[in-house]
């Protein structure tokens, strides 16, 4: 359960998340976000295996129908199709993106929204894409305190995409090794991040020669629930999600989410995981992704 009086949060930082992690979705502390940012990211084909998904109102009867805690949405859809369902779905907007058309070599997500357009929109956090590690870090690190600044301003909690990317994180292990990962982990909360999305550290024992120590030689001997555990306690106190990725079949991905749980995750942020399926079948994934969270 995530205890909002140890994160030293504004009043309406507080309100913003207790709305989020008691007021909808699951409750008694946890929360389950659906995504639907995938259009800009990694543009149309996402949308191929379930057509339907690529209407958003889509994605918005699954989160309220499902009981989700909230949406994520860039602000062009969140202006179009959201207004009519005010404050029946909290919305999280996220405020900056990027296209996966160029290399991620030097990987940066410029703004596309701000802070102030999610005070406007009702939202009830901002999401922001942090690419740890990459040669453009500096210049995202300096953008992202502009937000962290205008969110503390308004009382905006802010959600950070804590993501390895980049030219050098690949020379040292790659983007989803137990080293980048727990390294991103660190840095969103060193920087102010409210809460922490997290990708699940791979333990790939080829890759782990290029990590430096002592991950390399801890990678030979963890196990994936250890991993996992590991990246969340780099997050400190600040609540963590843990994201979804590419679609999997219905075991597997229940196994990594009651993993995760375990482990100390307070949600999940699941996109096509869940709306690539057909409508029934996403309401009957969520039941148990909220059954997990709960009994966890």
């Not at 029946?88 to 907007?93: A, N």
């Not at 590991?230 to 229940?254: Q, R, W």
Request: aromatic letters at 10%; charged letters at 30%; proline letters at 5%.
């Amino acid at each position: 359960m995530v205890a909002l009086d140890k994160l030293g949060l504004s009043m309406g930082k507080k309100t913003r998340l207790y709305r989020l992690f008691y007021k909808f979705g699951p409750g008694k502390g946890k929360v389950l976000f659906l995504p639907i940012d995938q259009g800009l990211e990694h543009g149309p084909s996402d949308f191929f295996e379930n057509p339907e998904a690529a209407y958003p109102e889509y994605q918005i009867r699954i989160a309220l129908e499902g009981g989700y805690s909230g949406i994520v949405m860039h602000i062009g859809l969140a202006e179009k199709y959201l207004s009519r369902y005010a404050g029946q779905i909290p919305l999280i907007l996220k405020i900056n993106g990027k296209t996966n058309i160029p290399p991620d070599d030097e990987a940066f997500s410029a703004l596309t929204a701000t802070v102030e357009d999610a005070v406007r929109l009702g939202a009830d956090a901002v999401g922001y894409t942090l690419y740890v590690g990459s040669p453009r870090q500096d210049e995202d690190i300096a953008q992202f305190n502009r937000v962290r600044k205008e969110a503390e301003r308004l009382g905006m909690p802010v959600i950070v995409w804590a993501y390895p990317r980049g030219r050098f994180v690949e020379m040292k292990g790659g983007k989803d090794s137990l080293f980048a990962i727990d390294y991103a982990a660190r840095v969103a909360a060193e920087l102010g991040a409210d809460m922490i999305k997290l990708n699940i550290p791979k333990l790939d024992i080829r890759r782990a020669v290029d990590m430096p120590e002592p991950y390399r030689s801890m990678v030979k001997e963890m196990s994936q629930f250890e991993a996992i555990k590991k990246v969340i306690s780099s997050a400190g106190d600040v609540p963590v999600i843990i994201a979804g990725g590419e679609k999997e079949p219905d075991h597997e991905l229940l196994e990594k989410a009651k993993m995760c749980v375990e482990a100390g995750a307070c949600g999940f942020i699941f996109g096509r995981n869940i709306w690539q399926r057909k409508f029934d079948e996403a309401l009957k994934i969520t039941e148990k992704l909220k059954e997990i969270l709960l009994t966890g």
